[in-house]
DNA sequence: AGTCCGCGAGAGAGCGCTCTCTCACCCTCT
DNA sequence: AGAGGGTGAGAGAGCGCTCTCTCGCGGACT
């Protein structure tokens, strides 16, 4: 009731300062920074007793102030650029929590953090963009999976730095990591050839996707220079239910079929189903491989042989890069191009 | 070769402040930053002319500025606290990955965002927690998934504004959300009694585990409620692996098994393969009920029934708690119980 | 017509830190 | 022994913004 601020008397305990700190350690400001921050050339005698005043009167570094003098933040965007309205349901995808793994432990090495954003609208592309131009991360990590995404494009005129998870799709002179999705598709192709298979199928992703587009294409050649010329395609949009209903569509094409490669697990899951459903057995009657080897490729009877890309790799370089480039805004564009690997397992 | 750095030269185009707009404008600093900040007080003429200004000589605010003297960031440290050495994996599943997306989603409304931490380690914890004394957060939301995490409690006593999801394990005067684990498993119980299951059994969690103690005691409490007094019961780790051991347990303790409800949906699929592996049909013989509605109930054959649980808007709302608690320091800490819904499908 | 009130605008004081520049000192080399 | 170089410490100038305080003006009320 009568409590009064009586901003006189009340001497107001403010947080402790650097300039706290020296005044206590008897040294000047700038002694303090520096030990504060690590730098080496302080005497050994300054920078305990400059130790000891932090720890008796208990400060604590602001980092706005620090960031405002050094224009550094210690901070990365990591841009998840869905499709437009693909809102926050894109996150229950492991792909991007393995993203956000490597990205993390890769920059809390370096004692820095990444900030998530999510891009699926003009407003939040935007965000995200004045985010790193308003100071508030050194620069962006852009995992774009749709075709002609505009966010890499925004971010190269606008100067931010920037390296991308997967290749741009109209080619942009920026640094990515990207998998060799042709490479996959082949190892799935050698794999299928060396089982015997002769009547071979590949449920291929979205037309637009230049990752889609490789692993289709990739496949094909592998088919061909195993000396089998035609593939049967059918198309599904990386969902189980496509994969489905691609397989059943395949079967009645070719019931002769005797291998298969979907361009994802999640398809190849759907098509399991759909081959055990019209009882061929896998992989007696019919070799299936997938790609990605997410969770639901180890889950399956039999479990899927499939692809796997080192997502958690993949995000730690890309970081990496990130890094080199604020280290020096010289620092060329650069593609850095992974190998997937065959893992395998019952299916094939 | 003889590029000259001629420091009083160069004009040096220095990026412009809130200073050039009030001087482009014709105005002062501070009508300037109302403005920016969208206060209403300010006369629209001169709202425009500094709109004007801002455009047209490209002004973007700082952020670090800005938080210096506002002392807020308007960014929210995400703390994933596996346990000890879990790493950068843990992103994998797509548990974090919901509740990442409920919690960005939710602040971006407010424009504001999360910075994601990893805490697996005594280091990682103290990182965790000085980013937010250092006011590089607002405040804290604190994801642990392993009992005795003392994460919570460093918080609180450092007195930083945080919020978690799930009750810690030592009760603490801190606000969190949860799910109400034992509804979920009475859930269970109740669907399994009403399919007749008289020889019931189920797959728990780890035994430290809140929410694995939670679902094995509703479970049971419910089943009793129903008639059926005992419960077999096997233990697993939550993996798909376990899932398949303690099935087989079970099924050589309790041939005559008709009903089972598995901790989670990762030891659902072990048990529902385990079974199909000892010539049980699903539902037909065992009926079978999950935890989670993950990914995986929906890839099986037959389709896992299963109990889902609102991970994004308990995330959402665990993030709102924290910005209440930031707009009200004096906020009491509050529990939030989540109910859990029956999601059916194939396998009951 | 005079006074009071309310509201919009400007002035200015920092927020806490980094970093360059300068200086003092000591050691080494000639 | 003198000059030069190297190293560590201090001084001080900001970084760009927010926010309180003050002031001036116009309208309403007496």
């Known amino acids: 009731m009568s409590q009064i601020r009586s901003g006189a008397m009340t001497p107001a305990r403010r947080t402790p300062t650097l300039e706290d700190v020296a005044r206590e350690a008897g040294v000047s400001r700038a002694t303090a920074s520096r030990v504060v921050n690590g730098q080496e050339n302080v005497d050994a005698g300054l ?33 998840m650029s869905g499709s437009d309205g693909s809102a926050g349901q894109a996150f229950a995808d492991p792909f991007f929590g393995r993203i956000i793994g490597g990205v993390v432990t890769c920059l809390r090495d370096r004692s820095m953090r990444a900030t998530v954003q999510l891009a699926d609208s003009a407003k939040a592309r935007n965000d995200a963009l004045d985010l790193v131009r308003r100071g508030g991360a050194d ?8 075709a002609n995404d505009p966010l890499p494009r925004m971010f190269l005129e606008a100067g931010v730095p920037a390296v991308l998870f997967a290749r741009p799709s109209p080619r942009l002179p920026i640094s990515y990591v990207d998998l060799a999705h042709d490479q996959g598709a082949a190892l799935a192709a050698d794999r299928l050839a060396a089982r015997g298979c002769r009547t071979v199928a590949t449920i291929a992703g ?29 198309r ?19 019931p002769d079929l005797d291998g298969v490669f979907a361009a994802n697990d999640l398809m190849a899951v759907g098509a399991l189903r759909a081959l055990q459903l019209a009882g061929r057995s896998v992989p007696d009657d019919v070799a299936l491989i997938g790609f990605d080897d997410s969770q639901p490729a180890q889950l399956t009877s039999p479990r899927l042989t499939t692809i796997s890309q080192p997502l958690e790799a993949m995000a730690a370089r890309m970081t990496e890069m990130l890094l080199e480039r604020l280290a020096d805004s010289a620092k060329p564009p650069e593609p850095q191009i992974f190998r997937p690997v065959l893992v395998e397992r019952e299916s094939a």
Chains 1, 2 share one sequence.
Do not use: C, K, Q, W
């Open 47 to 79: 920078r305990l007793r400059v130790i000891d005043a932090i720890a008796s009167i208990g400060y604590v570094p602001n980092a706005a102030a620090a960031a405002l003098v050094s224009r550094r933040t210690g901070t990365v965007a990591l841009v």
């Open 206 to 234: 979205p037309a637009e996707l230049p990752a889609a587009i490789d692993r289709l294409t990739g496949f094909e050649h592998a088919m061909e220079a195993h000396g089998v010329p035609y593939v049967h395609v059918a």
């Open 139 to 146: 620069g962006a990590l852009l995992v774009s999976t749709h």
């Open 236 to 254: 599904g949009n990386f969902t189980a239910e496509s994969g489905e209903r691609a397989m059943t569509a395949l079967l009645a094409t070719a």
